[in-house]
């Protein structure tokens, strides 16, 4: 099976800050990565995918990059709404993981 | 609007069964693979179940393997899990996801709401 493991698994930060949250696989995985964030109570929602395709209507601050084995989001200024949990998925293989997240809270 | 919407969990005794429901709406059902993802209370998603469009493709997460069942009814716009030998571990919140296609890469573009698992006795 292949392990995803995100750092930092928490992140403090300001409004308007850049930040960058990093997966990273235990084998290679092309780009076939996803992105996802969730809200308290809420399900997840598709961020990006492909490692570096945003999805449709997701704000352009967010972006993705990487391939093979490390992976990274980043946010280009902290929004409010921005405060949440982000997982990463891969795609390449069954079983389909999760990462264990990184929570991103209000400094 | 493109809609799942989950139900049948509940409580249940260690040792019970539970079926679970995802019902589809306003997008061809029967033309995406579906799957299940589960999150215990507190922790992170766990993808544990994945059916293609036509239901012919199956695969489970090890840990549910041999005790899960998942299929569909393209008839009513309807997937399911049959959940038996229920464990205290299989707690959690339950979501189904509609599995998009681009090229050659997969992803969950729609997720329903999420329906409570409890086991307990």
């Known amino acids: 099976d292949i392990q995803l493991t995100q750092s930092p698994p928490f992140l403090s930060a300001s409004v308007g800050d850049r930040v960058s949250l990093t997966c990273r696989a235990s084998?290679?995985?092309?780009?076939?990565l996803a992105w996802y964030q969730q809200k308290p109570g809420q399900a997840p929602r598709l961020l990006i995918y492909?490692?570096?395709t945003l999805q449709n209507g997701v704000p352009s601050r967010f972006s993705g990059s990487g391939s093979g084995t490390l992976f990274t989001l980043t946010i280009s200024s902290l929004q409010p709404e921005d405060f949440a949990v982000y997982y990463c998925?891969?795609?390449?293989?069954?079983?389909?993981?999760f990462g264990g997240g990184t929570k991103v809270e209000i400094k | 609007e493109k809609e799942l919407l989950e139900s049948g969990g509940g409580l249940v005794s260690p040792g019970g069964s539970l079926r679970l429901s995802c019902v589809a709406s306003?997008?061809?059902?029967?033309?995406?693979?579906m799957n299940w993802v589960r999150q215990a209370p507190g922790k992170g998603l766990e993808w544990i179940a994945s059916?293609?469009?036509?239901?012919?493709?199956?695969n489970y997460v090890d840990s549910v393997e041999g005790r899960f069942t998942i299929s569909r009814d393209n008839s009513v716009n309807t997937m399911y899990l049959q959940m038996n030998y229920l464990t205290v571990e299989d707690t959690a919140m339950y979501f189904c996801?509609?599995?998009?296609?681009?090229?050659?890469?997969?992803?969950?573009?729609?997720w329903g709401r999420g329906t409570q698992v409890t086991v307990s006795s």
């Open positions: 996801a509609k599995r998009a296609v681009r090229g050659n890469y997969w992803f969950f573009d729609l």
């Open positions: 492909a490692s570096t």
């Open positions: 998925q891969q795609l390449n293989s069954y079983p389909l993981t």
């Open positions: 306003g997008f061809n059902f029967n033309s995406y693979a």
């Open positions: 059916l293609s469009d036509v239901g012919g493709t199956k």
């Open positions: 084998q290679a995985i092309s780009t076939y």
